[in-house]
């Protein structure tokens, strides 16, 4: 399974590049603004650091448009700053056509904001390299997250697409270790469930233990 970081925080997407087990980036509207990036500039030049911080992996820059036409030209732009960048899209009906669009163009994809086994089935059709649902919101209204990634990972199997499944909206290291059992292809995460996977009590006492005693020994 792929791991992907789920941050435009640069800090952070350094961290994880450093732990040598990052494959990629997402980032969205929200997580640009909360870093204080705005203005066409400087969120071009955010993605191409972001692109040179992880050189090999891919890093997905959504549209803020929501029309065919404002979403293809923003995301010829955007593939145009670096070959690892996917183009985020949507999960709308001027987003399908515009998976299609850049499929024919052979730019990569992700389609984002997917609630339902059949958006995902609609994304896979059009070309999407990635579809990405969104357990935690869907946990959050009580609804099973990670039914909807089993349930998408039976359709894709069924007819062996090759989009690729992007469990997204993760909140904790146990929706990490769900999504790996299910057979989810990537999950993008932030830091902290990332790095919390790290820890267990039993591994502290343990290393104390054999710090102590290799003390004694000289
Ligand atoms: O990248 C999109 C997704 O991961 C958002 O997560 O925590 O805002 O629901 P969250």
Same mark, same amino acid.
């Given at each position: 399974m792929k791991f992907f %970081?789920?941050?435009?925080? +640069?800090?952070?997407i350094k961290e994880a590049q450093d732990l040598g087990i990052l494959d990629g980036v997402t980032t969205n509207p929200s997580l640009m603004a909360k870093e204080g990036i705005t203005g066409k500039d400087a969120i071009m030049n955010h993605y191409k650091t972001i692109c040179e911080i992880v050189s090999d992996g891919d890093i997905s820059a959504e549209v803020l448009g929501t029309t065919y036409d404002e979403m293809i030209k923003e995301g010829d732009e955007l593939a145009a700053i670096h070959p690892n960048i996917v183009v985020k899209i949507p999960m709308?009906?001027?987003? %399908?056509?515009? +998976?299609?669009?850049?499929?024919?163009?052979?730019?990569?994809? *992700?389609?984002? +904001?997917? =609630?339902?086994?059949?958006?995902?089935?609609?994304?896979a059709k059009a070309g999407? *390299?990635? $579809?990405?649902? =969104?357990?935690?919101? +869907?946990?959050? %209204?009580? $609804?099973?997250?990670? *039914?909807?990634v089993e349930e998408i990972r039976v359709i894709f199997d069924n007819y062996m697409y090759d989009t690729e499944i992007l469990a997204a909206s993760i909140r904790s290291p146990m929706h990490i270790i769900n999504c790996a059992k299910i057979g989810a292809d990537v999950v993008t995460s932030p830091l902290d469930s990332i790095l919390n996977l790290l820890n267990h009590p039993l591994t502290?006492?343990?290393?104390?233990? =054999?710090v102590a005693d290799a003390k004694k020994m000289g």
């Open positions: %970081i789920d941050t435009a925080n +640069l800090e952070q709308i009906k001027d987003g %399908i056509k515009a +998976l299609k669009y850049f499929s024919n163009k052979g730019i990569k994809t *992700n389609c984002t +904001l997917i =609630f339902s086994a059949g958006q995902a089935l609609l994304a999407a *390299n990635y $579809v990405s649902p =969104f357990l935690g919101r +869907l946990d959050d %209204i009580s $609804v099973d997250g990670l *039914n909807l502290d006492k343990g290393l104390a233990q =054999f």
